[in-house]
């Protein structure tokens, strides 16, 4: 894991350390000629690309309110730099061939900004409904067995409970049997952890909730992470498996070993007791020969990019990037978009959904 994070770090810096720098080549035609401005607007550059660094630091110390500082103002800033440097290579282009001065191109391409940007928060704050039928075997006498999805919220001082209520507000509507969260449902310690968290201890499906950890709750600290999945009624699963209601079994796999196959594989195999399977993992990758051992694997983590371009590249890293897939072996994988946002507030061409998967009797279920 820390190799992982030593290299996550390395990236990080290194792209967006680049974007900032193109977009410091973005605004310079409208700065003052005077040293002093431009060398401010360095500055704050560099504090932005370390904000996110900060705000992780000064929490570990127990500075929350100065934590969320960082975050808020650190994370809107990587929202506008994303996209603002994708303006700024159409406007460079467009430069190219219209007769207008560099601060024109500018003024205009910084109005594009705020525009994709305000579109992007609207989008972001509007999680959609998706539903997704797969048939089973079900037990005898079910005749449906309703799953919500909740992924990627990230629920911290940037995405904050208000939010997190629209979505449980969604989840509730439907009536669901179960509800699951797969991975990263948390982002940082949280200042009032009651309130934020009411909205999810208020979900009460008959079969339980059910929740697997992602990467990011093991950047924070895991044991409040624990806590807080524990207060809202969810039984975390980590490399283990749960009997719902004598009508479903649920597997879930712990992120600290999403890379080690045979311990997936050996959560797989204790999924099969003749109820219809249920697997919960956060990264969308499969161990060989495992989709022959669940019926359904909900997953999540890619947020389909979250801000277009940048799921073409997502897609390089997980070819199953969003949406319904089969497996040799029959089992499906549903991979959610994600019902919140990492980081910026902003969605682009990626909108967030709440997936509603229902468990259907199969042809030859004998119902």
């Known amino acids: 894991m820390v190799w992982q994070r030593l290299a996550f770090l390395g990236v990080y810096l290194l792209v967006y350390g680049f974007i900032n720098l193109e977009i410091y080549r973005f605004v310079r035609p409208i700065l003052p000629q005077a040293q002093p401005v431009r060398w401010l607007f360095m500055a704050w550059l560099v504090l932005m690309v370390a904000a996110p660094a900060i705000s992780r630091i000064v929490e570990y110390f127990g500075h929350i309110g100065v934590a969320a500082v960082f975050d808020v103002v650190g994370y809107w800033w990587m929202g506008f730099a994303f996209i603002g440097v994708l303006v700024y290579l159409v406007v460079w282009l467009a430069g190219l061939v219209l007769p207008f001065s560099p601060k024109t191109m500018t003024l205009v391409g910084l109005g594009l900004t705020l525009a994709l940007f ?13 539903f997704v039928e797969i048939e089973v075997d079900l037990p005898p006498g079910t005749e449906r067995i309703r799953i919500a999805q909740i992924t990627d919220q990230h629920l911290g001082y940037t995405m904050n409970s208000t939010r997190l209520a629209n979505v ?23 200042p009032d952890a009651d309130h934020a968290l009411k909205p999810l201890k208020d979900l009460d499906p008959p079969l339980g909730k059910y929740a697997v950890f992602g990467n990011h709750e093991t950047y924070m600290d895991a044991r409040a992470a624990l806590d807080y999945h524990q207060r809202t009624g969810f039984k975390v699963l980590r490399d283990e498996v749960a009997v719902a209601g004598d009508k479903l079994i649920v597997g879930g796999m712990d992120f600290r070993n999403h890379l080690d196959p045979e311990k997936e594989l050996a959560v797989l195999k204790k999924m099969q007791n003749g109820l219809p399977r249920l697997f919960l993992k956060h990264r969308p990758k499969v161990v060989d020969g495992g ?24 897609k390089m890293i997980f070819p199953m990037i969003e949406g319904e897939y089969e497996l040799p072996g029959g089992g499906r994988v549903f991979v959610s978009r994600g019902s919140g946002s990492w980081g910026p507030p902003v969605r682009l061409l990626a909108p967030p959904e709440v ?6 009797p199969g042809k030859g279920n004998g119902q």
Not at 172 to 190: I, K
Not at 293 to 310: E, N, R, S
Not at 355 to 360: G, H, M, P, R, S
Request: proline share 5%; hydrophobic share 50%.
């Open 291 to 314: 989709g022959e051992y669940f019926d359904l694997m909900l997953a999540g983590h890619t947020h389909a990019g979250q801000i277009w371009p940048f799921r073409y590249i997502v």
């Open 168 to 190: 449980c507000a969604m989840v509730a509507s439907q009536n669901p049997d179960v509800v699951v969260s797969t991975g990263d449902l948390l982002e940082n310690v949280l």
């Open 118 to 130: 305000a579109y992007g928060f609207i989008e972001a704050a509007n999680p959609r409904l998706t």
């Open 355 to 360: 997936v509603i998967a229902d468990l259907v």
